[in-house]
C-alpha cells in the first residue's frame, strides 16, 4: 500500500485531529469520573467516537493512495469515502446513539425524583474549558485544509458538493465537539446554579441531536461519490467547450463525467469528427495510394496501407483530444473517448 501524498490537506487534519481527541478524551472521562455528570459522560462518548471516527478517515486515505491494479483499474479512490460513511455510521450509532440513550435514561431518573444531585467539582468545567481550546485548535487546522482544497469554490457548495468529504468530516466533527462543550458547560454550570440535574440532562440530548445531524449531513455526502456522482457542470461544461473549438470535432455526441476519487474524475465522451477535414490530413496517403492503384499495383495491399494509416491518423487525433481534455480539466485521471 503506497503512502498518500504528503500534502494531502486531509490527512494533516485528521492526524491532528486523532492527537487532540486521544488527549480530550482521556481528561473527559477523568471529569466524569469525579462528577457523575451525565453531559460530561457524553461529551466522554462523544470524543471516543470522535477518535475511532477519525481513524476510520486515516485508514480511508491511506487506502484510497493505492495505485490502480487490474482488480481496480480505476484505482482505490472511493475507498476514502466508503470509510468515511463507516465514519458517519460510528457517530450515529455510537456517539448520537449512546450519548441520547444516556441522556434519556437521566432525563427519566429526573421525571421520576430518582436523580442524584448535582455534584458542585469544578474540576469538570476546567477539563471541558481545556477541550473547548483543544478543538479550536484542531477546528483551525481542518478549515485551513478546506480552504486550501477549495479554491475558489464557495464554502457552502464545497462542504455540499466536493470530491473529498474527508476534510469536511473533521471539520464538522470539530464544530460538533466545540458546540458539544459550549453546551456541556452551559448544562453542567446551570445544573450546579440551581442545584438540579435536568440541565445536564438537557444539554445531553442536545449534544445527541447535534451529532445526528452531523452524522446524516456526512453519510449523505460520502453516499452521493460512492454511487458515482458527475464532476458537475463547471468541470462539464469546459470539456464541452474545449472539444466543440477543437476543429477536427463535427459534433459532441454524448459526454459523462464520474468522480472517481478526490481530485480525480473519469470522462466519458463520444464524438463525430469532421470527416473533410481528417481527409484532408491524410490527402497525401491518399494521393500516393490513387497513383499505386494507377500503376497496376494490387488493390488489397494498397487499399490495407491506406486503412492502417487512416486508423493511425485517427488514433494520434483521439490522442491529441485526450490532452485537450486534460488541458481543460487537470483532474480527468482517465480519458474514454469514443468515436463516432
Known amino acids: 500500500m503506497s503512502a498518500p501524498a504528503e500534502g494531502d490537506s486531509s490527512l494533516k487534519s485528521v492526524v491532528v485531529a486523532v492527537a487532540v481527541n486521544v488527549v480530550i478524551m482521556i481528561a473527559k ?3 466524569w469520573f469525579l462528577t457523575a455528570s451525565p453531559a460530561m459522560l457524553g461529551e466522554a462518548i462523544h470524543t471516543t467516537a470522535d477518535v475511532g471516527n477519525q481513524v476510520l478517515l486515516w485508514i480511508g486515505i491511506r487506502q484510497s493512495a493505492r495505485a490502480a491494479t487490474p482488480e481496480h483499474p480505476y484505482g482505490w479512490g472511493a475507498a476514502r469515502w466508503m470509510w468515511n460513511l463507516m465514519s458517519a455510521m460510528g457517530i450515529f450509532f455510537l456517539g448520537c446513539g449512546v450519548t441520547a440513550y444516556h441522556g434519556i435514561h437521566s432525563l427519566e431518573l429526573y421525571l421520576r425524583g430518582h436523580a442524584e444531585p448535582p455534584s458542585h467539582n469544578h474540576v469538570g468545567l476546567i477539563i471541558l474549558a481545556v477541550s473547548f481550546v483543544l478543538e479550536s485548535f484542531s477546528f483551525v ?3 485551513q485544509g478546506i480552504n486550501k482544497d477549495r479554491g475558489d469554490t464557495p464554502f457552502l457548495e464545497f462542504l455540499r458538493q466536493g470530491d473529498d468529504p474527508t476534510g469536511v ?3 464538522l466533527e470539530d464544530s460538533a465537539a466545540i458546540l458539544g462543550v459550549l453546551f456541556a458547560l452551559v448544562g453542567i454550570g446551570l445544573s450546579q446554579w440551581l442545584d438540579s440535574p435536568l440541565p445536564d440532562a438537557i444539554a445531553t440530548l442536545i449534544i445527541a441531536v447535534l451529532l445526528g445531524v452531523i452524522a446524516v449531513f456526512l453519510a ?3 453516499g452521493r461519490l460512492l454511487v458515482g456522482a458527475s464532476a458537475g457542470p463547471d468541470a462539464e ?3 464541452r467547450d474545449a472539444l466543440s473549438k477543437d476543429p477536427i470535432v463535427d459534433r459532441l455526441i454524448d459526454l459523462k ?6 481530485g480525480k474524475i473519469r470522462v466519458t465522451a463520444q464524438v463525430e469528427l469532421h470527416e473533410k477535414l481528417l481527409a484532408t490530413r491524410m490527402k497525401v496517403d491518399l494521393d500516393r495510394g490513387v497513383e499505386r492503384l494507377a500503376k497496376g499495383e494490387p488493390a488489397l495491399p494498397v487499399l490495407t496501407e491506406v486503412a492502417e494509416r487512416a486508423v493511425l491518423v485517427t488514433g494520434k487525433e483521439v490522442q491529441r ?3 485537450v481534455i486534460d488541458e481543460a480539466v487537470p483532474e480527468a485521471a482517465y480519458v474514454d473517448l469514443e468515436i463516432q
Not at 463525467?257 to 478526490?262: F, H, P
Request: charged share 10%; net charge positive.
Open 141 to 143: 487546522v481542518a478549515m
Open 29 to 31: 472521562y477523568v471529569g
Open 321 to 323: 483530444l485526450n490532452g
Open 220 to 222: 449523505k455526502a460520502n
Open 257 to 262: 463525467t464520474e468522480i472517481i476519487g478526490a
Open 237 to 239: 461544461g469546459k470539456i
Open 169 to 171: 468530516g473533521v471539520l
